[in-house]
């Protein structure tokens, strides 16, 4: 108690010298359970910008304006931002009814833009004039407020997201001349957060974007959270290369393996941020549904982002999803909410959650089309399965199959049509105290088998990057797409290997994904347990969009059951000069999944 107390005096005294303290690694840092249990949050971009709706004197046909970043993208003046500024009037913004949407879409949390990078501050600030409360002609309602409020009341978690580094309002040199940075930091952005913090309490989550440059002026910001609200979270966007209290994923990233928790991918609803309605793509609520499953399987949280129109609605197609996503968590939430990551190795018909008290959740995208989904790597009993979406809970047939995989036999025509959900039907699973677990991927003989650079062992050159790739559409090149790609980069010095396990015997299709950029293309060998399968690589044009080639390298005969080793590498060409390998799969041959 003494050393705390000592510490907290140090503290002090540093804030009396400096106006905003350093953090101090032993002052306590908040409690991330509500978080890491909550695993679902609406993030909503809503400002100026949305006035715009993505467009500015038919500049929206000849690049995409990025919608929030209307005002930069599109080099709008001050005078004539300002002028939109005083446009912003949404005056159907319900919050009540905003945060009933958000409660029924399932959502735990919920981050709203308080001042995103154009500077604008959606409350009323007394730092800054440039705010809700000054600007607009006929609308002044403090949007944080009265929208935390409401959230609060629906028993949500409340967030505001700040831009503390891009302010084109009062910072539009983007730092390139320190002095005037570090004036912004210290009489616009650093206020304003204090102000936040102090006004809008309680706030679950100080949400940073584009983090700052130094660790000097990263961990004062920190300190300024904690002093004034110690239970609020820090995501690690707060940037200067500290962690905060979790970590914020790249835009729409989804990692392809799990990661230590708490962690958080935020992802868009359509291609962008704020409301664009021209965006003709939208993701389906089975992709929320599945994509939500598979970070909960990572030990990760969903961040959500709707945009809400200039008139304080939200388009019809998202609140179908959101309504969508709402129906599925109400059946199945038990295996989203409270869970961590899966214990298992993947598996090739969905993912798997893990309850606190060690149940496990099955959630089968794909059905096997003998309706019984392999349980692998459970060495131990099972005390009872179940479907999920079964509310009387009644158990489902149990074969063990060997000394650690389990076949759960699905009761197809006696349990209900919802129970059978066509995104992620969930099965539980209760194991016996005891049970432990093999991490070895099961390869599975009625199902499609995949070997993804992000699990492979390297050795030699080989690299790997999940890669972020941004493409514009044929149908419509004003509008930008982003998609990560789990890529290896194998030359002829390098190696990509995984090892696998077998029960059953089976012929198997080796059939790899891959950009081949060389003018003499290569030979690709898959090495299965000694025997070699090559074949020659066709060069593919260097094209982002439609970027990797398919090719069937040939059919291997597993006829042993136990553990197997499968390598990937090229021959010929230059050291540097990478075969882009985006995956190795197995295809059962007996299912004929392969166009001969
Ligand atoms: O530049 C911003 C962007 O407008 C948006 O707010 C996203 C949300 O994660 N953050 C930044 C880009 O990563």
Not at 52 to 64: M, Q, S, V, Y
Not at 159 to 183: A, C, L, M, R, T
Not at 316 to 337: K, M, N
Request: glycine share 8%.
């Amino acid at each position: 108690m003494i050393k705390r107390l000592i510490v907290a005096w140090l503290a002090c005294t540093v804030v009396c010298a400096t106006g905003y303290a350093v953090a101090d690694e032993s002052v306590s840092r908040p409690d991330t359970g509500w978080f890491q249990d909550a695993g679902f949050g609406i993030f909503l971009h809503w400002g100026v910008y949305t006035v715009a709706e993505g467009r500015w004197n038919g500049l929206e046909r000849k690049k995409d304006l990025w919608a929030e970043w209307l005002r930069h993208r599109a080099e709008i003046s001050k005078a004539d931002y300002e002028a939109l500024a005083r446009k912003f009037a949404p005056h159907d913004f319900d919050p009540r009814k905003w945060a009933g949407i958000f409660k029924n879409s399932g959502a735990r949390y919920v981050v709203i833009t308080a001042k995103h990078h154009d500077g604008f501050a959606m409350y009323k600030s007394k730092v800054s004039g440039f705010n809700i409360g000054e600007w607009p002609v006929d609308y002044n309602r403090d949007i944080i407020m009265d929208l935390g409020n409401a959230v609060r009341a629906s028993g949500l978690d409340y967030g505001v997201y700040y831009s503390q580094k891009i302010d084109w309002q009062h910072e539009p040199d983007w730092g390139k001349k320190p002095e005037k940075f570090n004036d912004y930091l210290e009489n616009i952005a650093m206020p304003q957060v204090e102000e936040l913090l102090k006004r809008y309490t309680p706030l679950s989550i100080m949400w940073f974007d584009i983090g700052l440059s130094k660790q000097e002026d990263a961990l004062r910001l920190e300190a300024l959270v904690r002093k004034h609200s110690p239970r609020t979270l820090i995501n690690s966007r707060i940037g200067g290369g500290i962690s905060g209290d979790y970590a914020s994923g790249g835009d729409n990233e989804v990692p392809p393996v799990p990661k230590d928790p708490p962690w958080e991918s935020c992802m868009t609803l359509t291609h962008h941020w704020a409301h664009y309605p021209q965006d003709v793509y939208q993701r389906s609520a089975t992709e929320v549904i599945r994509t939500l499953a598979d970070i909960r399987s990572k030990g990760g949280n969903m961040l959500l982002n709707i945009g809400p129109d200039k008139d304080g609605n939200f388009d019809a197609r998202d609140l179908v999803v959101l309504r969508r996503v709402g129906d599925w968590l109400a059946l199945f939430g038990e295996s989203i909410y409270g869970v961590g990551a899966t214990p298992l190795a993947r598996v090739p018909w969905g993912c798997v959650t893990r309850g606190k008290d060690g149940i496990l959740y099955l959630h089968v995208f794909d059905m096997p089309p003998a309706g019984e989904v392999v349980l692998p790597g459970v060495v131990g009993e099972v005390d009872k399965a179940w479907m999920l979406g079964d509310p009387k809970k009644k158990a489902i047939e149990v074969l063990p199959d060997g000394d650690r995989d389990h076949r759960l036999v699905i009761p197809v025509q006696t349990v209900t049509a919802k129970a059978l959900d066509a995104s992620d039907m969930v099965l539980a699973v209760k194991l016996a105290p005891g049970a432990e677990f093999d991490q070895m991927y099961l390869l599975q003989d009625d199902l499609i088998n995949e070997f993804k650079p992000a699990t492979a062992i390297l050795s030699g050159s080989a690299t790997r990057k999940h890669e972020r790739v941004v493409t514009t559409i044929e149908e419509d090149p004003a509008i930008e797409r982003a998609r990560h790609d789990d890529i290896a980069f194998l030359d002829q010095e390098g190696r990509l290997a995984w090892s696998f396990r077998t029960t059953h015997a089976a012929d198997y299709h080796l059939v790899i994904d891959y950009a081949e950029l060389s003018e003499r293309p290569r030979v690709i060998t898959v090495t299965l347990d000694g025997e070699t399968f090559s074949a020659q690589l066709q060069t593919t044009p260097d094209d982002k969009l439609n970027r990797f080639r398919t090719l069937r390298v040939g059919t291997a005969a597993i006829r042993s059951d136990g553990e197997h080793s499968i390598a990937v590498t090229v021959t010929g060409g230059k050291p540097g000069e990478h075969v882009l390998f985006n995956g190795l799969r197995l295809v059962p041959t007996r299912t004929t999944l392969l166009d001969e």
